[in-house]
């Protein structure tokens, strides 16, 4: 599944001790696994290879750069949301025709930049609604170029693992409903600068079960073969990301699992030259990445115990937002246990509940509740696991913590590929402003 296991006690990736990096890089520490990025993408490749799918990796979901170049260099394309992404794929080395583009408020300037790369216009933009197509044709229009477009359609379909993060359903702000992609595709087929002869799928993310899928490529196939039948091109179908994740140990079906539904389905539509894409984020990254974390206080209070820790939701946000699960355990542990699955709680001797808690001023930061660990001790380090995806890429500085270190393992060698922030960081831009009547501003460094 990954490569993060005890070994003597230890939790090690890829054979690397995990405590030897809190000790030199320090917590909180985001470390990446590159092994498991590797397996992950080649799966999800290997499962769709009988319609060569291309996988377009969900910036998104972790967007350092380092990252996206082990990626790119695995084969995976990018799919970017903004000028933000946009400038991290070409700073991962990302071609044009590397990137595909998404979101429902692509700025005039975002679109600029997208159509002017390097290189050429990106692989592909796609559209959320007619005014967005138009300001894009608009622009390539009027930089005399041609680009790609995929319209995203909303089928309608309940699917996501929590009710934010469910995309596919009429009443959300995301693409169009069914009859009027029908429309916009006749309307805008054979435009000159930017034909919309694709089709885009997003319908959530941590989707547990291929169905939701199947339902919504039934739908695009009907619709794919009316508009064919009417002289209409259609040559690229996009599934958007969704795959899910083991927040605990079993909860997502396999890559294969998703494509054995799949395949069969895009198989004539593959065999017809159409390009089948798919977006996939989570699935990728999530369990190749952990969250070290120290205690810096063990408090009791309440009838209850709190491991108060150095990271807390402004590191990771998603229990505080999404209500997620994550499994933690403390990095060092006596053989006894060594956890053999990722669960809510485990079945051991000598387990205490706790409550595992982040130093921000909000009741809702926590990582954990009523959670039974071993006993652990102020300054001992544990590991919150399945950090890889929506963890850095949704940390903030709330309550002025500087962002957190980003370690990966190759080999079994540790690579900073981000520096923790310093205080300077922290208040550089508001530093280049003096304020008024002070004559030197003495702030960090
Ligand atoms: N494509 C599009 C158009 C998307 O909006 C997304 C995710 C993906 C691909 C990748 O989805 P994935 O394969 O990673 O599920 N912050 C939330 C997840 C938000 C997902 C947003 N869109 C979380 O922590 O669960």
Sequence with gaps: MDHFSYIDGELCCQGLPLSEIASSVGTPTFVYSRSTIEDHLRKIQSAFSDINAEIFFSVKSCSNIHILRTLLEAGAGLDVVSMGELHRAHLAGARPDQIVFAGVGKTDAEIRAALTSDGGPISMFNVE???????????????????????RVNPDIKAGGHSYISTGQSGTKFGVD????????????????????????????????????????????DMIAELRAEGLTIDTLDLGGGFAADYHTGDAPSPDEYARALVPLLKPLHQSGTRILLEPGRMIVANAGVLLTRVTYVKHAANKKFLICDAGMNALIRPALYDAFHFIWPTSVSPQHEPNRRADNLDMPGLEPC???????????????????????????????????????????????????????????????????????????????????????????
């Design 178 to 221: 069914l009859p009027h992609a029908k429309t916009l595709l006749r309307k805008f087929n054979k435009e000159k600068h930017l034909p919309l002869t694709a089709i885009h799928l997003h319908l959530g993310s941590s989707i547990t079960s291929p169905e939701p899928y199947v339902q919504a490529v039934k739908a695009v196939l």
């Design 355 to 445: 409550d595992i808690v982040g130093p921000l001023c909000e009741t809702g930061d926590f990582f954990a509740l009523n959670r039974k660990l071993p006993v652990v001790a102020r300054g001992e380090t544990l590991a919150i696991f399945t950090a890889g995806a929506y963890g850095m890429s949704m940390a903030s500085r709330y309550n002025s913590h500087p962002l957190p270190a980003e370690v990966l393992v190759e080999g079994s060698a540790p690579r900073l590929i981000r520096k923790r922030e310093s205080l300077h960081d922290l208040t550089q831009h508001e530093l280049e402003i003096p304020v008024p009547g002070t004559p030197t501003l003495r702030v960090g460094k």
């Design 129 to 151: 609604s007619e005014p967005e197509y138009e300001a894009l044709a608009l622009a390539a229009r009027s930089l005399n170029t041609r680009a790609h477009a995929a319209l």
